[in-house]
Structure formats: structure tokens, C-alpha cells
């Protein structure tokens, strides 16, 4: 059975991986915006590792500027 923990992993790497593509981004492009490397952004949207609250909160500006940006149009 698989954990909770891992369970989380994978469901906010596949999130990741959905925005950064949505944004037509590469892993190499997002991995440069937020200061990481590639294999540490292949690493999270693979759910192999999770990312410290502070990336999560780079990774969140990152791909949702522009969904918050047309909340606020609206």
C-alpha cells in the first residue's frame, strides 16, 4: 500500500508538471526561474522528492501568476 506521503508527492508533481506545461515551459526554463536544478524539478514531478515549503511557494508564484492576474480581472 502506498503512503499518504507519497500519495501527496506524486499528486503535486503531477500538478507541477501540468502548470509548467499549460505554461509552455520546459523543466530546464522552470528549473532557472525558481533557482533549482533540472533533475531537482524531474525529481518533484515525478514525486521522488517534496519540495520545501519555500519552493512550494516559488513553484505556486511561478505557475499560477497569471491564473491569479485573470481572478482579479474578473
Given at each position: ?9 506524486k ?7 501540468k ?56
Amino acid at each position: 500500500m502506498e503512503s499518504s506521503e507519497s500519495s501527496v508527492s506524486k499528486l503535486l508533481g503531477t500538478n507541477v508538471q501540468k502548470y509548467r506545461k499549460n505554461k509552455n515551459l520546459t523543466q530546464i526554463e522552470l528549473s532557472e526561474k525558481i533557482g533549482i536544478s533540472q533533475k531537482h524539478l524531474s525529481d518533484i514531478e515525478t514525486g521522488t522528492k517534496f519540495p520545501s515549503p519555500g519552493l512550494i511557494e516559488k513553484l505556486a508564484k511561478e505557475l499560477l501568476e497569471d491564473q491569479k492576474n485573470e481572478a482579479i480581472e474578473r
